[in-house]
């Protein structure tokens, strides 16, 4: 019997979809640009292969689909009108409800993980339930669903992704359904499908397939059964099957749109538990996208992911083995460095301290004529000089133990002397900062011994034991390196240049006053 399905657009839409990469590169052979071949296929290819021009109101007419696009409206058609005139039988509801998970199942664990990705391996028993489950979603056939699958996965977001969710919702949802392809989706190799018996036989009886799955084996159940023929074609036939359509279309248009990206936010696959719900459980888009070999799409247990139990269930059965799971440790691997990628984001949106290296130096003297002839307030925390002029009035522990601390190292104080301030306090107080105080809080100390020095790591080793020599001689403490106070709490740059500034560089920092805070109220 020659394939009948011929007739069906679908099966035309695969017969010139597959290119091999012999074939692209011979292409490229004939033009002379072979040299490019090593270059990024999707740009060569969009590049050289010119697209349809685009469906607009002048146009559309023309460039509708006609095939898919009858069963896309016809199917609603009939649901609303089944619904609006006639009785739903108990019983016919619930077998709809049945029929729904056996022709959704056929698409998610059947079209899908088995054949699709091949993230477990089915026994003949079951192939043939899932490519009779999925022949009555009237999805096109497992060969030319799989083949725009692999491609969707392998070009995701591009041109050459049939359904790019960078086209729109509607679109990604059935618009590239009900207008022709506007390009050949990218290559992606299907031979092992080819060479599958059940795949093979669906494709070859898939008129016969979709009429007698979609419809009459539904219709005849409810009409042999309990004599509701009419209930079991308009609900268990045409309403559940606009359920199985939209429920599967989701995955295309939802699972890119709704959602968090806990593995990786490069493309626009997403993770939700509302996707997830309705479509059987493949609403872990972002996780299958990542890890697509994989039988799961939910790793959590309490994830709803029924097609993961029905794979899990058929393997306990012995209907289903080599249940393909991603090494636990690499899945981890991508959690975390999307966990670090978002805090960088985070870190860039939040406003820091200024670079300590930015910061004019003052020796203690200096910072006692400055608080006095700026006429502003300042007071030395763990070696830097801080503006509190208007921060007084907000201090939460009161006015008056900061007044009376004004122009001096108030360190001791803050770091427990009165009160042990939170890492808050520090990052806050941190904000006020217009200078860095010579030698930090142990200046008179140092002075007073030179032999002593203050450990603040290896990198400072050197600088400090030259600093010391310098403070020996007289006028050559100007250029100091600057303390890195080690129990600073805030982050930000490290100090770590020597960087000299005039006495009018400081008192025009100063007088410029504190920095703008922006703190989350
Ligand atoms: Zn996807
Ligand atoms: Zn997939």
New binding site residues.
Partial sequence: MKPNQARFDWTEAESTAVESADEVRAKFDKSGKTSTLDDSYVQRTLANHKPLPPVTWRNFYREINVVSTLALTVVPALAIYGALTTKLELKTAIWAVIYYYWTGLGITAGYHRLWAHRSYNASKPLQYFLALGGSGAVEGSIRWWSRG?RA??RY?DTDLDP?S?HKGLLWSHIGWMVFKPRRKPGVADVSDLSRNSVVKWQHRYYLPLILGMGFLLPTAVAGLGWGDWRGGFFYAAAARLLFVHHSTFC??SL??WLGDTPFDSKH??RDHVFTALVTIGEGY?NF??EFPQDFRNAIKWYQYDPTKWFIWTASKLGLASELKTFPDNEVRKGQYTQALRKLEEMRSEIAWPKDSNHLPILNWDQFQAQHKQSGRNLVVLDGFILDVTNFIDEHPGGYHLIKTRLGKDISTAFNGGVYEHSNAAHNLAAMLRVGALEGGYEVEMLKANPSMKTYAGPAFEKSERERLSQLAKPKAALKPPVYAPETSTVIGEPISKQVGHSLDDVAAFVRAGPPVLQVAS
């Fill in positions: 699958h969707h996965h995701t359904y969710a995955v295309n699972a890119h626009t696959p888009h299958h996208h």
